[in-house]
């Protein structure tokens, strides 16, 4: 199982961290990918993380998922990017999961992809959303497409993404966090 967390200059530290945390806890294979093709990548509050991977080598490959974490700068920058957009249409018409969460949701709605599902976001950005119908919950999720509400519910949101992927929360992870 491969996931592709793709992080932008302005992304939300709480979000990026906390799924990656998880994800790779539950011993799932995900790569950090810079949409900017830079070896780092700067969240809204200054923090960098390190990429593995950049978004032109990862947009020729096959992810069984992709992340987005919020973040309005992140999030205005993966507006803005044609070849990250294309991609994202791609990765849904092979029917590939994506998760969304905080501000993210709106490049979902860009896309098209909320059309008919009930999503949650961020609060502040729930009318710059014109599709799909909104929930007020911490994460949401459909067969395809997991949504989650903003920074204080990253780890519900990467609990949630973790069992959405694998079927459960692995024993293990349980254990360790103490859930």
Not at 32 to 55: M, P, R, Y
Not at 85 to 104: P, Q, T, V
Not at 132 to 138: F, H
Request: glycine share 8%.
């Amino acid at each position: 199982m491969k996931i592709l967390l793709i992080l932008a200059n302005g992304f939300e530290e709480i979000e990026a961290v906390t799924l990656i945390d998880i994800a790779r806890r539950a011993k799932m294979e995900l790569s950090i990918c810079s949409l900017h093709n830079s070896d780092t990548v700067q969240g809204s509050h200054k923090i960098e993380l390190k990429a593995e991977i950049h978004f032109d080598e990862a947009k020729t490959k096959q992810w069984d998922a992709v992340v987005l974490p919020g973040g309005m700068g992140g999030v205005e920058a993966m507006l803005k990017s044609d070849a990250f957009l294309a991609f994202l249409k791609e990765h849904a018409k092979n029917h590939r999961r994506i998760a969304a969460i905080c501000a993210a949701p709106m490049i979902l709605d860009h896309c098209g992809l909320l059309e008919g599902l009930a999503f949650t976001c961020h609060p502040s950005v729930v009318q710059k959303i014109k599709t799909g119908k909104y929930v007020d919950a911490p994460s949401l999720q459909t067969p395809k497409i997991l949504t989650g509400r903003s920074a204080g519910t990253a780890l519900s949101f990467a609990l949630a993404f973790v069992s959405w992927m694998l079927g459960e929360v692995p024993a293990g992870l349980r254990d360790a966090l103490a859930i």
